[in-house]
Protein backbone atom coordinates (compact mmCIF):
# COMPACT_ATOMS: atom_id res chain seq x y z
CA UNK A 1 0.00 0.00 0.00
CA UNK A 2 1.61 2.95 -1.16
CA UNK A 3 1.65 5.90 1.90
CA UNK A 4 3.09 9.36 1.75
CA UNK A 5 3.29 11.46 4.66
CA UNK A 6 4.13 15.23 4.42
CA UNK A 7 5.56 17.44 7.42
CA UNK A 8 7.07 20.78 7.71
CA UNK A 9 4.17 23.29 6.84
CA UNK A 10 3.38 26.41 8.97
CA UNK A 11 3.03 30.03 9.37
CA UNK A 12 6.05 31.76 7.81
CA UNK A 13 6.47 35.58 7.30
CA UNK A 14 6.90 36.84 3.61
CA UNK A 15 10.36 36.25 2.74
CA UNK A 16 10.91 33.11 5.27
CA UNK A 17 11.94 30.00 4.31
CA UNK A 18 10.74 26.63 5.12
CA UNK A 19 11.21 22.79 4.34
CA UNK A 20 8.59 20.58 3.65
CA UNK A 21 9.04 16.69 3.35
CA UNK A 22 7.71 13.78 2.05
CA UNK A 23 7.70 10.22 3.73
CA UNK A 24 6.96 7.68 1.48
CA UNK A 25 6.13 4.19 1.48
CA UNK A 26 5.16 1.31 -0.03
CA UNK A 27 6.77 1.87 -3.39
CA UNK A 28 10.42 0.98 -4.35
CA UNK A 29 11.27 4.97 -4.02
CA UNK A 30 14.56 5.57 -5.74
CA UNK A 31 12.64 4.39 -9.08
CA UNK A 32 9.50 6.69 -8.73
CA UNK A 33 9.56 10.43 -9.86
CA UNK A 34 7.74 12.38 -6.95
CA UNK A 35 6.00 15.65 -7.21
CA UNK A 36 5.20 18.41 -4.92
CA UNK A 37 1.53 20.39 -6.01
CA UNK A 38 -0.38 23.29 -4.00
CA UNK A 39 -3.65 24.16 -3.49
CA UNK A 40 -5.39 27.31 -2.65
CA UNK A 41 -8.72 28.08 -1.66
CA UNK A 42 -11.11 29.09 -5.30
CA UNK A 43 -7.90 27.65 -7.49
CA UNK A 44 -7.20 24.69 -9.25
CA UNK A 45 -4.56 22.35 -7.68
CA UNK A 46 -0.96 23.11 -9.43
CA UNK A 47 2.55 21.36 -9.91
CA UNK A 48 5.15 23.41 -8.32
CA UNK A 49 8.50 20.99 -8.80
CA UNK A 50 8.91 17.27 -9.28
CA UNK A 51 11.82 15.29 -9.48
CA UNK A 52 12.48 12.17 -11.25
CA UNK A 53 14.41 8.99 -10.27
CA UNK A 54 17.12 10.13 -11.84
CA UNK A 55 17.52 13.81 -10.08
CA UNK A 56 15.95 15.60 -12.93
CA UNK A 57 13.93 18.54 -11.88
CA UNK A 58 11.15 20.93 -12.96
CA UNK A 59 9.37 23.79 -11.42
CA UNK A 60 6.61 26.08 -11.99
CA UNK A 61 7.75 29.48 -13.29
CA UNK A 62 6.46 30.93 -10.12
CA UNK A 63 8.90 28.92 -7.98
CA UNK A 64 11.97 28.92 -10.06
CA UNK A 65 15.09 30.23 -8.35
CA UNK A 66 13.38 30.49 -4.98
CA UNK A 67 12.58 26.58 -4.29
CA UNK A 68 14.37 23.56 -4.25
CA UNK A 69 13.22 20.35 -4.89
CA UNK A 70 15.60 16.86 -3.51
CA UNK A 71 15.16 13.74 -2.29
CA UNK A 72 17.00 11.08 -0.09
CA UNK A 73 16.73 7.14 -1.79
CA UNK A 74 18.20 5.97 1.45
CA UNK A 75 14.97 7.79 3.19
CA UNK A 76 12.80 7.41 1.17
CA UNK A 77 11.78 11.05 1.29
CA UNK A 78 11.55 14.11 -0.87
CA UNK A 79 11.47 17.58 0.25
CA UNK A 80 10.82 20.97 -0.97
CA UNK A 81 12.96 23.99 0.50
CA UNK A 82 11.24 27.18 0.12
CA UNK A 83 12.51 30.45 0.20
CA UNK A 84 11.64 34.14 -0.43
CA UNK A 85 7.89 32.69 0.04
CA UNK A 86 5.97 35.07 -0.64
CA UNK A 87 1.67 35.82 0.34
CA UNK A 88 0.65 33.87 -3.23
CA UNK A 89 2.40 30.81 -1.98
CA UNK A 90 -0.13 30.00 0.57
CA UNK A 91 -1.91 27.03 0.07
CA UNK A 92 -1.94 23.64 0.52
CA UNK A 93 0.98 21.68 -0.43
CA UNK A 94 0.78 18.07 -1.37
CA UNK A 95 3.30 15.43 -2.36
CA UNK A 96 2.49 13.09 -5.62
CA UNK A 97 3.71 10.20 -7.45
CA UNK A 98 2.62 8.03 -9.87
CA UNK A 99 2.38 4.41 -10.48
CA UNK A 100 2.31 2.99 -14.08
CA UNK A 101 -0.14 0.69 -14.23
CA UNK A 102 -0.79 -2.68 -16.42
CA UNK A 103 -3.86 -0.91 -18.46
CA UNK A 104 -1.10 1.55 -19.31
CA UNK A 105 -3.16 4.21 -17.29
CA UNK A 106 -1.07 6.17 -14.22
CA UNK A 107 -2.52 5.89 -10.86
CA UNK A 108 -2.23 9.02 -8.74
CA UNK A 109 -1.40 8.60 -5.18
CA UNK A 110 -1.04 11.51 -2.62
CA UNK A 111 -0.62 12.43 0.95
CA UNK A 112 -2.66 14.44 2.80
CA UNK A 113 -1.47 17.49 2.33
CA UNK A 114 0.51 20.16 4.83
CA UNK A 115 -0.76 23.88 4.94
CA UNK A 116 1.97 26.90 4.22
CA UNK A 117 0.50 29.94 4.97
CA UNK A 118 2.44 33.19 4.54
CA UNK A 119 1.66 36.30 6.09
CA UNK A 120 2.83 39.20 8.13
Known amino acids: QVQLVESGGGLVQPGGSLRLSCAAS????????MGWYRQAPGKQRELVAS???????NYADSVKGRFTISRDNAKNTVYLQMNSLKTEDTAGYLC??????????????WGQGTQVTVSS
Open 26 to 33: GITFSIYS
Open 51 to 57: ITGGGIT
Open 96 to 109: NTKRLLSSGLFRNY
